[in-house]
T-cell receptor, first 112, second 115 residues
Framework: SQKIEQNSEALNIQEGKTATLTCNYT??????LQWYRQDPGRGPVFLLL?????KEKRKERLKVTFDTTLKQSLFHITASQPADSATYLC???????????FGKGTHLIIQP | EAGVAQSPRYKIIEKRQSVAFWCNPI?????LYWYQQILGQGPKLLIQ????????DSQLPKDRFSAERLKGVDSTLKIQPAKLEDSAVYLC?????????????FGPGTRLTVL
């Protein structure tokens, strides 16, 4: 089965800088990767999906890359704001239907 | 549009007791998922429904967990009997249909504490 690794330690970034989060997978190359945001006491919220044949995807201040050689996806938030502080989860398709396998998430803190 | 609804939001029980969680997905969404999220971990898929049929329950501990979606809309997840290690947030999600590229919409979750 697929294993997803994300930085388990919190990431502290100064407001206005670019935050970069890493998602590594260990086995087969997934058909796509999804990124979700989760705030305390809430369910995850979908942000972006990138397919295996796409190198890069953008949405407003968000950018996701997918490198099948490195088995890695990078998630960037440019011009970061304190409101971007949250846990960000990386997910790939599981072995069954279209249920997802999630990483542990990276807790991002944007300091004013 | 209304989001995924779950109840209760919080539940505290003693080990060996039973508990049930309810989920109402977004109207018109055919696919429904139950995930378990232990503190500090990402969500783990327990079971997936397409309409009222089970698509994937390979990670559901079937000796104590059960779930149903009788009319293809609401769903109930039950634990009987509960163990200490079942303490977690139980998340329900839905998507418009079974398709590998659909986003999933999550509810707020039910936080279960087993004492």
């Amino acid at each position: 089965s697929q294993k997803i690794e994300q930085n388990s330690e919190a990431l502290n970034i100064q407001e206005g800088k670019t935050a970069t989060l890493t998602c590594n997978y260990t086995n087969y190359s997934p058909a796509y990767l999804q990124w979700y945001r989760q705030d305390p006491g809430r369910g995850p919220v979908f942000l972006l999906l990138i397919r295996e044949n796409e190198k890069e995807k953008r949405k407003e201040r968000l950018k996701v890359t997918f490198d099948t050689t490195l088995k890695q996806s990078l998630f960037h938030i440019t011009a970061s704001q304190p409101a971007d502080s949250a846990t960000y989860l990386c997910a790939v398709p599981g072995g069954g239907a279209d249920g997802l396998t999630f990483g542990k998430g990276t807790h991002l803190i944007i300091q004013p | 549009e209304a989001g995924v609804a779950q109840s209760p939001r919080y539940k505290i029980i003693e080990k060996r007791q039973s508990v049930a969680f309810w989920c109402n997905p977004i109207s018109g969404h055919a696919t429904l998922y139950w995930y378990q999220q232990i503190l500090g971990q990402g969500p783990k898929l327990l079971i997936q429904f397409q309409n009222n049929g089970v698509v994937d329950d390979s990670q559901l501990p079937k000796d104590r967990f059960s779930a149903e979606r009788l009319k293809g809309v609401d769903s109930t997840l039950k634990i009987q009997p509960a163990k200490l290690e079942d303490s977690a947030v139980y998340l329900c999600a839905s998507s418009i249909n079974i398709d590998h590229y659909n986003e999933q919409f999550f509810g707020p979750g039910t936080r279960l504490t087993v004492l």
